[in-house]
């Protein structure tokens, strides 16, 4: 099917596949070698702060860690960097793979060392970068020595979303792969319908994948009116079979079973809701069920049933995914329904601000003044506050990111959650090829950054926790904007700027006023909850 050749496949080919399943990981093998240019390595000034890798679309720049006969090893030419601490044993390396690089060039403008660590040079000139990659790839897996709670540390989790057919330099894909970072192999997933979908799953390609133990998220694509149904179906149908399971447990421990299986069931069943270390209490659990050896018709009917619901034992993190058009529009009704369920599911919207998918069709997420389809003129009324609206339940997590404006509370976002016990939904500033930027997505990143400095998009959190600990549930963490910058920024921008082929100057610049009083508007409403005392 990846060589175009699927109508050569006979129906028996697919008798393994017959639940509709498709193995994960198949885009590592696609090897599309688009890229013109690819970012080179510069070592000599690399400060190994794991920032290109942090915002690359593709995940197709990453750190490595080598050992000192790994890096003795490595294909002639490759160079590496003395670990830092707590790394100080291991060899570093940044690698790009030549062959699934966009050359989008995001990488290199997000680097922060005071010359370029990396450059962007022709990928012709440099096609060993081929070889180089599949040495440090297949590298056996280091545990990650700084963990997830750093922008640094993060990027030592392999990132389980990979190589998509996204735009080059794509807005959204960088929020996906680093859930999968934080998150891991627990994530159920489901997705609507839009461009999540489409570059998320387009059967053979499928960018999700599996980490060095073999696992990695399961996910599921559904319509773009009941996608969060879809995903609250996922949580109780897990949830059900999780609770038969501690169920069975609990019958298990009141007979006479093995010291090794009564330590592993209590354990689990102590961290039944356990987030952290879900899998490695799993699995133990497993184990010794798998391992018992027992006469007794009792225990070895519970520890057959047990070991038939063994997917089961780890508590799983349930993501829904989608774009605006999905959680404004088509399908807010259900993501309203889910949210209020108060059951512990997570949504991240990738908010593009129009339907991306189907050429740019105006949404409530659109900004007052935006060109797009059937808004030619621009639309004419505000953008709709979804967060907004969340807060309203008091008990659902509600934040805003923008990962170009503030990494490290991109990811702190990602982090609070997950680890809420309740309902979160997370919405993301993603800049769209359709927006028209005009220094293209390679500034998507800077981009973001310019939109929470002029005050167009904002940074906060809504936290219920804080509001049981007597604090304000709700933080600004954007500064005051500069809104005399406001107008500069939407002329960056043909979404914005086109309007002058419409009006004439005078009516322009009062869309221009409209919008900026709407943009006030929404920070004064920010500003407010900020300054309730605890």
Not at 342 to 365: F, P
Not at 469 to 481: A, R
Request: aromatic share 10%; with cysteine; net charge negative.
């Amino acid at each position: 099917m990846e060589r175009m050749e699927g109508n050569q496949l006979p129906v028996s080919a697919f008798l393994d596949r017959a639940d509709g399943t498709f193995p994960q990981g198949t885009t590592q093998y696609e090897k599309r070698e688009i890229a013109v240019q690819i970012p080179i390595w510069n070592p000599e000034e690399c400060i190994q702060c794991n920032q290109c890798s942090f915002v690359c679309p593709h995940a197709a720049i990453r750190p490595f860690l080598a050992t000192e006969d790994e890096a003795a090893n490595a294909p002639e030419g490759v160079e590496f960097l003395d670990g830092m601490r707590p790394y100080k044993d291991y060899k570093y390396r940044i690698q790009v793979s030549a062959a699934d690089c966009t050359g989008c060039g995001i990488c290199v403008l997000t680097c922060p060392a005071r010359k370029k660590a990396i450059e962007m040079k022709n990928r012709e000139d440099h096609l060993e970068e081929n070889n180089n990659w599949d040495y440090m790839i297949r590298l056996p897996h280091k545990e990650n020595p700084v963990g997830i709670n750093t922008v640094k540390g993060s990027q030592f989790e392999k990132p389980l979303f990979e190589f998509s057919g996204a735009c080059a330099g794509c807005g959204e894909t960088p929020y996906i792969k680093l859930v999968t970072q934080v998150v891991g192999d627990r994530m159920q997933i489901a997705n609507a319908t839009g461009c999540t979908s489409i570059y998320g799953g387009s059967a053979p390609s499928t960018p999700y994948t599996t980490n060095d133990a073999g696992c990695g998220p399961s996910w599921a694509n559904s319509l773009l009116e009941d996608n969060a149904e879809f995903g609250l179906g996922m949580h109780h149908a897990t949830k059900q079979l999780r609770l038969r399971t501690l169920e069975l447990t609990g019958k298990l421990l009141n007979l006479q079973i093995a010291d090794s299986l009564r330590s592993a069931a209590t354990a689990w069943t102590e961290g039944f809701n356990a987030k952290n270390g879900a899998r490695k209490l799993a699995e133990a659990y497993i184990q010794a069920l798998e391992t018992t050896d027992t006469t007794d018709p009792e225990i070895r009917q519970l520890v057959n049933e047990l070991t038939d619901y063994k997917d089961y034992l780890m508590k799983r993190s349930t993501w829904m995914i989608g774009g605006d058009g999905w959680a404004y529009d088509i399908g807010f009704g259900g993501i309203d329904h889910v949210l209020a369920s108060g059951e512990d599911v997570n949504i991240l919207v990738l908010d593009t601000e129009v339907y991306s998918n189907t050429g740019g069709q105006v949404s409530k997420s659109s900004n007052l003044g935006a060109i797009a389809e059937f808004a030619s003129g621009g639309k004419s009324v505000r953008k709709k506050d979804l967060g907004m609206m969340m807060m309203n339940y008091g008990y659902v997590y509600v934040a805003q990111i923008a990962m170009g404006a503030n990494p490290r509370h991109t990811l702190k976002v990602i982090s609070e959650a997950e680890a809420y016990d309740g309902p979160s939904i997370v919405i993301a500033y993603s800049p769209c090829i359709s927006h028209g930027i005009k220094c293209g997505l390679t500034v998507s990143q800077e981009h973001e950054k310019n939109a929470v400095e002029v005050g167009y998009w904002h940074l906060y959190r809504f936290h219920p926790e804080n509001k049981l600990k007597g604090k304000n549930p709700f933080k600004l963490d954007s500064k005051e904007p500069q809104f005399e910058r406001f107008q500069d920024f939407l002329m960056e921008e043909v979404r914005y700027s086109s309007l002058y082929n419409q009006y004439d100057a005078e009516h322009v610049q009062a869309i221009f006023d409209e919008s900026l009083l709407a943009a006030k508007d929404r920070y004064q409403s920010y500003a407010r909850l900020d300054s309730f005392t605890d």
